[in-house]
């Protein structure tokens, strides 16, 4: 598999964080979030079968489900307005 593109890094706790990319699977260009975790205790973090990966055609659906999770969890009160990172 060819090296991904890394878009964004976030952080999940203090020993994972989710990774966006884009990549190459099988011959398709995909868009991956996946889990990274330190499994040894070395630093090192390794991907994990946590995540999706989905071929770039569907990240315009994936990008309006999200923003419509954004919505609703601001209606309930579920989300402020101050971004956390």
């Given at each position: 598999?060819?090296?991904?593109?890394?878009?964004?890094?976030l952080?999940?706790?203090?020993?994972?964080?989710?990774?966006?990319?884009?990549?190459?699977?099988?011959?398709?260009?995909?868009?991956?979030?996946?889990?990274?975790?330190?499994?040894?205790?070395?630093?090192?973090?390794?991907?994990?079968?946590?995540?999706?990966?989905?071929?770039?055609?569907?990240?315009?659906?994936?990008?309006?489900?999200?923003?419509?999770?954004e919505?609703?969890?601001?209606?309930?009160?579920?989300?402020?307005?101050?971004?956390?990172?």
């Amino acid at each position: 598999m060819p090296t991904p593109t890394i878009i964004a890094i976030l952080p999940k706790n203090g020993s994972q964080e989710v990774r966006c990319s884009l990549t190459k699977y099988k011959q398709h260009q995909c868009a991956d979030m996946r889990v990274y975790a330190d499994f040894g205790g070395d630093g090192v973090l390794k991907p994990t079968q946590k995540g999706i990966c989905i071929r770039i055609e569907m990240l315009p659906a994936l990008s309006d489900a999200i923003q419509k999770i954004e919505t609703e969890a601001r209606r309930l009160g579920l989300l402020s307005d101050r971004a956390v990172v």
